[in-house]
C-alpha cells in the first residue's frame, strides 16, 4: 500500500497507472495494493505488554462493560500534532479497553 506524497490519502489503481482519489497525483511505478489490511482500524488498541500495564496510572473511571470504578489510564498521540490527544482506559478487573477523545 502506498500512500499519496502530496495529501496522504491512499493510491488506488486508475485506469492507466495508480493515483489519488483525491488530488490529481499520479504515479507509474507499480503500488502494492493490499487487500487484507483493515483500513478503519490499524492500530488496535488495548495492546499492551504486561510491563507495561504495571507502571500505568489507576484513575477512577467507570468500565461500560462491568461498571468497575479503577481502570489504568494512558494517552496516546498517534495522529497529527494539531489533533487532540486521545484518552485509553484498561478496566482493571475485566481487562476491558475502551478510549475517550478529549
Ligand atoms: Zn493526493
Ligand atoms: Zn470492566
Known sequence: MQFCPKCGSILIQKRKNYGCPQCSY???EKVKLSVKENLGEKKQIGVLKEDEVDVLPIVEEECPKCKNKEA???TSQTRSSDEAETKFYRCK???HTWRMYS
Open 26 to 28: 499520479t504515479t507509474k
Open 72 to 74: 489504568y489510564f494512558w
Open 93 to 95: 478487573k475485566c481487562n
